[in-house]
């Protein structure tokens, strides 16, 4: 047999492999509420190639590539047992079985790594929980294709209805615009499933979940339980009202809590999930989930100053433009926005600065910030340039990312890539807050700058949907555990 033929029947057979683990995790998810992920990516509803791939990645960070068929003696072990509501890392379970020395089988290694998630430990499942979103820009559209992603077992978050400002045209055609809308994206492709529209109910049915759209200009006048929703998160999109009185509107019949997806001011918590969501208290009814940029900065900040101790900063965010800029130049109350987005590098401020001080209050370095916008759609990257409190290198630094990336708490909004020529468009439908990109790090005795990617809107949705999540009690802890 030649080399290339061997080659193709290797792949060929691990495309096999691939296929069998799709109903297994499919039933999982849908009998059991399991999500099972590799190194902290999900594998439900991924097509045979997207397993693949996602096994591969793993040799940028790992240094070597896992193989399907180390992963899948794991996820058979796993339909063994009494599970319950989880979520279960193959890659976590393979790397640890790796290093144990204890010499025993697949089966009682993965009874042992998730024993607090089975037979008297395991959690019950949830009641679903209704969510609401106000507003349905590009941020309201990316949560509602996680929403309905995640909607699959059936005891999550159950994306009830989404309120808007009635367009210029008819009743039907506003309905129907928007479904297209939540169809189509020119970032970030066609939604995953179907989608129908019931005009008579102003109703839009996606992957069998069905979204009242109601119309309101202003929360004031809404009563969400005349629309069957109850004990609601509502999330505001819009980013009109961003401090406590003014997202105290929301606080309707039918609404439990409220979460922000800007930047919240005065004593509106900001929270970075991973950083600081342990610290919201049950009570809170309102809070924020800070920006994209602050979600994009504040994890791999906590990792170095945990690591090295970190005495001064400053993030300078190269940004792609958003709807707040000028196509063409035209009036803008702020200073250069008024200028023509797609044809204009924009100097512009950001507070993702000032918001670290609110996410890492144990912080006392001084971090000053500023940014640019530039003629891309999506995808965005701050460059952290960081005095350190003690000198190292760039391998002990590149060695504490990578390894924080892949067995920390923080493993799911830090991601680490070592490729030499990656550029913003291969991060667009990343679901981490940031990307270290390893070849662009530079270490310098106690300086440090970090290259850091990140797909300031669907990561960033990721990072709020996980901050519903927790509030809403339906975020499962995840097994193995992640080493702190």
């Known amino acids: 047999m030649t080399v290339n033929e061997d080659s193709f029947t290797d792949w060929k057979h691990r495309e096999e492999i691939a296929e069998s683990m799709i109903p297994i995790i499919g039933k999982l998810h849908r009998e059991r509420d399991v999500t099972v992920l590799l190194h902290s990516r999900s594998l439900v509803n991924k097509s045979v190639i997207s397993i693949l791939k996602a096994h591969r990645f793993v040799r940028q960070i790992a240094g070597q590539e896992l193989s399907v068929t180390e992963t899948l003696p794991f996820l058979r072990a796993l339909t063994t047992l009494d599970l319950g509501p989880s979520q279960i890392d193959l890659g976590m379970l393979a790397a640890t079985y ?34 609401v979103l106000y ?14 992603e995640k909607s699959g077992s059936g005891n999550g978050l159950r994306l009830r209805a989404v309120v808007v400002r009635k367009g210029s045209g008819r009743a039907a055609e506003d309905l129907v615009k928007r479904a297209s809308l939540l169809r189509r994206d020119s970032i970030h492709g066609q939604f995953q499933g179907t989608i129908t529209v019931d005009e008579a109910n102003s109703t839009i049915i996606a992957n069998g979940n069905a979204i009242r759209v109601i119309y309101a200009d202003d929360p004031a006048s809404l009563d969400y339980t005349a629309y069957g929703i109850n004990n609601a998160i509502l999330i505001d999109n819009t980013g009109k009202w961003r401090d406590r009185e003014g997202l105290s509107q929301h606080l309707r019949p039918g609404v439990d809590k409220v979460v922000l997806t800007a930047p919240g001011k005065g004593d509106v918590p900001n929270v970075v999930h991973g950083v600081n969501h342990d610290m919201i208290k049950p009570d809170e009814r309102i809070l924020s989930c800070a920006s994209c940029t602050t979600n994009a900065i504040v994890p791999p900040l906590k990792a ?26 035209n009036y803008h109350s702020s200073d250069r926005r008024g200028r023509s987005a797609p044809l204009n590098m924009v100097i512009t401020e950001t507070g993702a600065a000032s918001a670290v001080a609110k996410a890492l209050p144990d912080l006392k370095a001084r971090i000053t910030g500023s940014s640019i916008r530039v003629p891309v759609p999506d995808v965005s990257i701050a460059i952290l340039s960081l005095q350190l409190a003690r000198e190292t290198t760039r391998e002990e630094v590149l060695d504490h990312l990578r390894e924080v990336s892949l067995t920390s708490p923080l493993k799911r909004q830090i991601d680490f890539i070592s490729a030499p020529d990656a550029v913003s468009s291969d991060f667009i439908g990343s679901r981490h807050a940031s990307i270290v990109d390893a070849g662009a790090t530079k270490v310098d005795g106690d300086n440090a700058i970090l290259y850091l990617w990140y797909d300031n809107e669907f990561g960033y949705s990721c990072q709020v949907i996980r901050v519903v999540q927790h509030v809403s009690e339906v975020e499962y802890p995840t097994y193995p555990a992640a080493r702190v």
């Open 135 to 148: 507003g349905f820009g590009r941020i309201g559209r990316l949560l509602a294709r996680l929403l309905i």
């Open 304 to 329: 170095m100053a945990d690591e090295y101790g970190v005495l001064r900063g400053h993030v300078e965010t190269v940004h792609s433009f958003t709807n707040d800029q000028n196509l063409l130049d």
């Open 98 to 131: 790796r290093a144990d020395d204890r010499g025993l089988s697949v089966e009682e290694f993965t009874a042992g790594a998730v024993a607090g998630a089975t037979g008297a430990n395991k959690i019950e499942r949830r009641e679903p929980r209704d969510v």
